[in-house]
């Protein structure tokens, strides 16, 4: 499923009726990274030393993992907690192992 796909389902579908505590502290660090690219992009077209792109790039996945590592943070506190008491607890596990399987890869 692509995003726009997985997008469009969560506006049909919202799966979240609790809050989670850092949303927009990873919206701004995503914000940040999408700077990040733009940048890193230019330096590509503009023939900037290979050196110089590949520590941007590897600053950029450190990025990425930071964020990550928060969402799933916020998701073990508010999304898997909320199913246990809401009984829908094996689905929610089935669903974290394949993000989790997704991310790893």
Known sequence: ???EDHEQRSIRNPSHDHEHKHRK?????????EG?????KEMTLE???????LLQIAA???A???AAKL???DHLESCVVHAVHN???KKTLEDLNKAIDHYIR
């Open 64 to 66: 990425l993992d930071s």
């Open 36 to 40: 990040h690219v733009r940048s890193v």
């Open 47 to 53: 023939g900037r030393d290979c050196s110089d792109v």
């Open 87 to 89: 009984g829908n607890e």
């Open 25 to 33: 502290q990873i919206g701004n660090r995503l914000a940040r990274i």
């Open 60 to 62: 950029i996945r450190k």
């Open 71 to 73: 969402l799933l943070k």
């Open 1 to 3: 499923m692509n995003v």
